[in-house]
């Protein structure tokens, strides 16, 4: 099954940036794209952020403990229906380390272009229902807002400064665009040459956010969540996966990875 061949690329992923020193060496070249971001978070509300291939992250274990964390604590995996199906996200759970990796499909290959991880704070503490609240709020009034007013500003404010859009195309090559590029295509997409030219005049059409849904919220700690959730512009419906974390106190966007399928008005257009 794919969800196998995805977990198993994540799961040489983790084992990369978690092995024990003076162990040998695990290679994790094919499973880790070299535009891979890492970013941890700290008890107390710090972090680091990476944008490398190799690190070395949280060691709490011997090799062989490793491995049977590695072996039973990949709760889930979801790979999006959407599209060319090329996007994945993988709850991570090994000892006291929890987060989320997203995965890509690249000619074939697995390879994780984001991963976020959180260490558990002691005591620990527990998802709340106003975190529920402050994610939804972050990611649909704000996130799918700002994209449906095609407002750079407003984007700028819940997409963090090291996040990034990527996705896979069809060709199986994987694209990447830093947070202020991504929010130049969100304010120029309909004033450039774009896909969404022949469509400009479904801009102000109220209908088209009828397909906008916010479909999930996924924990794997208080501070790190997975957000799945559609949003559209004619030609295109994406579904993204938005990988949230609250940072010194704050909820923001730190990586969003998408797949995207023909937009429903568009076909109503063409009949």
């Not at 162990?23 to 891979?36: L, N, P, R, T």
Request: charged share 20%; hydrophobic share 40%.
């Amino acid at each position: 099954m794919t969800e196998d061949v995805v977990r198993k690329a994540a799961r040489s992923c983790v084992h990369s940036w978690m092995q024990p020193p003076g162990e040998g060496k695990v290679q994790a070249v094919d499973c880790i794209h070299e535009k891979c971001s890492l970013l941890v978070l700290y008890p107390g509300g710090n972090y680091s952020s990476w944008a490398l291939k190799q690190a070395k992250l949280f060691t709490f274990c011997s090799e062989f403990e490793l491995k049977v964390l590695l072996e039973s604590n990949f709760q889930s995996v979801k790979i999006l229906n959407a599209g060319n199906k090329s996007a994945a996200a993988v709850h991570v759970s090994v000892g006291p380390v929890n987060g989320w990796m997203v995965m890509l499909c690249t000619q074939h290959e697995w390879k994780c272009i984001s991963a976020v991880f959180s260490r558990s704070p002691t005591p620990k503490q527990q998802v709340l229902p106003m975190d529920f609240q402050d994610v939804a709020t972050l990611s649909w009034d704000g996130y799918c807002a700002a994209n449906r007013a095609c407002d750079a500003k407003a984007m700028a404010s819940v997409f963090h400064g090291t996040c990034r859009l990527t996705y896979s195309d069809d060709d199986g090559n994987v694209q990447v665009f830093e947070q202020s590029a991504f929010c130049k295509k969100v304010a120029n997409r309909y004033t450039e040459d774009t896909p969404h030219i022949p469509f400009a005049s479904f801009r102000d059409n109220q209908e088209i956010g009828q397909f906008d849904s916010l479909d999930s919220i996924e924990f794997s700690s208080p501070n790190v969540a997975m957000v799945t959730l559609m949003v559209g512009h004619p030609p295109f419906l994406w579904t993204d996966l938005l990988t949230c974390a609250k940072l010194e106190g704050q909820w923001w966007i730190v990586h969003k990875s998408s797949c995207s399928q023909q937009h429903p008005m568009v076909q109503v257009e063409c009949k």
